[in-house]
């Protein structure tokens, strides 16, 4: 007799400890391995459980708000906003199982399966939210020096929801007491023979991480890669759109385009000009010494420059040539060459008012006549001619 007690699922029953009169005798009556006592108190619960387990996520969050707005950006804000996006299955889930308590271990065990599932339901949509959160606050912060951040930003977003919810999964398969030992080493060896498979695919977008996160250039620099150049348009999950000077759009591979060296001139402090020049060799002496203080007061009028050296660097095949090298403190192409015209005017003008003038390609050839030849052309000459 006691082990049949034993391997027969015990009933609680209401009726055990309260006696009904004969007219409620049917309230004993057992409706799936409960009676109809237990589940009239179980409906009870459940209208008292379910509005008591809302008003307190209400009053947890209204004052964790309270909090946030005295200290903005800190976890209480976060957590409010989470316990405000508590869904509603979640919390009857719960009321089911706490009012399932009373209709005996069977049906609290699967209510409590069922709050179980319901619960890490929520976990993941909570940490789906904390993400978001997270690359949203971190977008905020570099979107107005990197547009493209953004991009990458959604690839982080999806991989790290897709962590999220294989743990979910994976930990409903454990709670439903599945084997998740085989289902793991099937994703190893499966993981593996995708990766292999669109291994192309993913370098370039760990490779888009990488140009988001270590930054060797932003949408909108200027870049040189290779024989290309251009400004960046767009940086994707695998492409980058760079908009050239002729007007066409290039499209580099990220990986190809990290494992390149690239030039960015939207980098520079300072645009470092080396240009030179030449006089005629009939300028005299002492004006070739004023040329090189000439190109100094040239430059230091100049708008945005610094001078560095102007020298008389070597004897040209027609021209004295000069050497001079300055710095455009601002790094804009257009304010270079518009500076760079200034200074060639003025130079122009302060050269010729010198009395010099600039060179420019010439030949001089010398006739050397033989004597025996000219003395056969003078003696052939008619006489008076």
Known sequence: MIQEAADTPEVFSLGDLIQLPES?????????????????????????????????????AGRLEALSRRRPGRADEIAAQLLRKTRGFVVLAVALWVASLTLGPAWASRMGILAKLAVLVQL???AADVVSWLLNRYRDRQIEDDPG??????????????????????????VLDFEIGPALAGLGVGGIAVALAVQNILGDL????????????????????????GTVEHVGLKTTRV???????LVFSNSDLLSSRVRNFKRMDERRILFTFGVQYDTGYEKLKEVPGIVEEVIEAADNCRFDRAHFAEFGDSSL??????????????????????????LYRRIEALGASF??????????????????????APKGA
């Open 243 to 249: 908009r050239s000077l002729s007007g066409e759009q």
């Open 149 to 174: 951040a953004a991009t990458a930003i959604g690839a982080m977003g999806f991989l790290a929801r897709l962590v999220v919810w294989s743990v979910i999964v994976l930990t409903a398969l454990s």
């Open 24 to 60: 409620l005798a049917f309230l004993q009556w057992e409706f799936l391995g409960a009676s109809l006592l237990n589940w009239g108190v179980a409906g009870l619960v459940l209208l008292l459980v379910h509005p008591l387990i809302r008003i307190a996520i209400r009053v947890v």
């Open 206 to 229: 760990f490779a888009s991480l990488s140009i988001i996160f270590d930054r060797p250039f932003v949408i909108g620099d200027f870049i040189i890669v290779g024989d290309h150049m």
């Open 124 to 126: 993941g949509l909570w």
């Open 321 to 346: 040539e000069f050497e001079v090298v300055y710095f455009m403190t601002v790094p804009d192409f257009a304010a270079f060459r518009d500076t760079q015209q200034q200074i060639n005017l003025e």
């Open 359 to 380: 060179a420019f390609p010439t030949r001089t050839v010398h006739l050397h006549a033989d004597s025996a030849d000219a003395e056969i052309r003078t003696s052939a």
